[in-house]
């Protein structure tokens, strides 16, 4: 099967995408915010490995998909960041982390 | 350049393998050899040798975070002065100008902290 | 036999990463989870590593696993009042799961209909190096470089904004 095969952009690309799907699930049925922010960086890693990997594969000299994986980890870092500052306001406001404590706006 | 990939980070898989096999083993080793004689004393929570007061789970007070980030934010400055360094010789001074703009971003962040107080030890 | 070699690691850092990512999902601690972020975070450096991204695979640590995992851990102590705050109802959450089998099934359909087009995969042999990764890294990428302290720069503000300052 291919993915036996020696390994090859193909595989890096299937681990990916059990990874960001894992990430998905977490971050649409965890109730906890910090939760959800870990998910979404999984998510954020599962990206990152499809970039280095096909920019590995296709055109290993350019090195374009680490660039990108390189600004993706600091907007990340700095994603998580200001999340995590947003669940430390939402727990001063609230005393809780749940995010079904953030329902103001629901119509 | 490296011919294989693996081939030139064995050293690095020697050290892991070392590693995951050291900590078990002198574990094993001090389990093995020390007398084991328990007492309430020996058996509560290290806290420089004083008695400890209150549950070992505290929390912190949220003027702590500040911190964090910082770290955070200066972490990465450092990864990013690394290959500058490294390739410095090879550019033009015109590079020097871009990491002292960078850094200089990064140190209003830091100066608007301080000026917020965010950095003051309460 | 350079090939074995590569696909047995491969194989060995796959197993870690989804693990721990399946471990994280899975533990009803949220302190235990963010270590298993942290366990994930490494093995990916390790998978930057076999695809011989030197560097990528020291940011990774440096970012991840030093700091954000600190962040994360800081959030989670700052948060919950007693230890037992910490174990959390099991949420199987089944909609989430179906919604999340059914995109990953059908991103893995694409990416096996994209196998036909590449290249069967070998590992490339010439890997550029660090210095390289340097002069590119100030030369093309110049621009995304200081709008990536720019970004910094807005995240800080905004989480002392946000933190109050005056520490209440």
Redesign the interface.
Known sequence: M?L????????????S??????????A?????T??V???L??MA?AI??NL??LS??SA??E?TG??F???S??????????G??????L??QRKT?EIDAMQELKG | MVESVTADHTVLLMFIIVGAIFVPLTLTASHLLAPSKHDERKLDTYECGSEPIGPPWVQFRVGYYVYALLFVVFDIETVFLYPWAVAFDRMVVFVLAEMIVFIAILAGGLAYAWKEGALRWR | MSSTVDGIVFLALAFATIGGAVMMLATRNVVHAAFWLLEVMLATAGLYMLLSAEFLALVQVLVYAGSVAVLILFTIMLTLRRREDAIRDFEPGWGAGILAVLFGGALLFAVERFSAQMRPGVMPEVVPDVAAFGEKLFTSWAVPFEIASLVLLVALVGAVWWSGGDGQ
Not at chain 1, 4 to 15: R, T
């Open positions: 291919t036996i095969q020696p390994v090859g952009a193909l595989s890096f690309m299937a681990l995408v059990v990874l960001f799907s894992l990430g998905l699930y977490g649409l049925s965890r109730k906890s910090v939760m922010l870990m998910s960086e999984l890693n990152n490995i280095v990997a590995r594969f290993p000299a090195m680490q660039f994986a390189v600004f980890m600091v907007v990340s870092a700095a994603e998580i960041g200001l995590l500052a947003l669940v430390l306001a727990y001063r982390v």
